[in-house]
């Protein structure tokens, strides 16, 4: 499927990651971008925008 994404010229984003095997899982079949509690828990608005500021 990431494949035939790529073809079409979209990106493919795997949602719930929660741990770095998952992640290289998900990078070796081709995903663009991954979300998940490995990189952040759910968090209100404001500590969102705390929390893109710093990266």
Do not use: S
Request: charged content about 25%; aromatic content about 4%.
């Amino acid at each position: 499927m990431t494949r035939l994404a790529g073809e079409l010229g979209m990106l493919v984003v795997a949602e719930g990651i929660e741990t770095a095997e998952q992640r290289a899982a998900a990078e070796a079949a081709g995903v663009d971008a991954t979300q998940g509690f490995l990189h952040a828990r759910p968090m209100p608005e404001e500590a969102l925008l705390e929390w893109m500021r710093t990266r």
